[in-house]
């Protein structure tokens, strides 16, 4: 009887420590599955905090070369507009302030003829602007030039150099006249050569 009570006693026990074992280890197993779900979030999480570090890194990047390409663009259409007018200059009267064709009546650097200050002084009428040019302005390279950008500013804003070219060579349909593409090869050609000596 009292083997049996021992035995009972010591199958008990056994019962007990395993019990406890498996609770421990069912835990013990359970926090580090819990364990392992909270590193896998936090390195989620880290590699999520490291995207949007890169992408801030790369929105600022954006940003600085949205600028630089912005500041190139603006400083080459100066570039370009000051060429365009260098070249036509040169294409006209060879940078001579004193040219004249007698034929047309056409003065100065640009060969400015009496329709195109004509043009110049209604479009300076139109913006209320007090100022006028006389045909005598047309011998003066700073005036010539000062004309030039009236009409220009008004009637091409944004075109291109060769539309401004051909059509103060051909007029107000110069684009559509095959006659004026002579004209601008040689600008274009002058331009080049300013650009290859740079």
Known sequence: ???????????????????????????????????????????????????????????HEKIILEK?????????????????????IQVESEGDSSAYCASEQAVGCLQIRPIMLREVNRILKIREQDKRFTL???????????????????????????????????GPRGINNPRTVRYWNKVENEIEETYALR
């Open 1 to 59: 009887m009292h083997t049996y009570n021992t035995d009972r006693g010591k199958l008990l026990f056994y019962i007990v420590v395993f019990t406890i074992a498996s609770v421990i280890l069912i835990y013990t197993t359970r926090t580090n599955e819990a364990i392992q779900e909270l590193e896998a979030e936090n390195q989620a999480l880290i590699t999520h905090i490291k995207c949007l570090q890169q992408l801030d890194s790369l929105h």
């Open 68 to 88: 630089r390409i912005s500041d190139t663009i603006e400083k080459r259409s100066k570039i370009v507009e000051e060429d365009l007018i260098n070249a036509m």
């Open 136 to 170: 005598q302005d047309r011998w003066s390279r700073g005036k010539s030039v000062e004309m030039f950008y009236v009409w220009k500013n008004f009637h091409h804003k944004d075109s291109s150099p060769e539309k401004i070219a051909r059509n103060w060579n051909g």
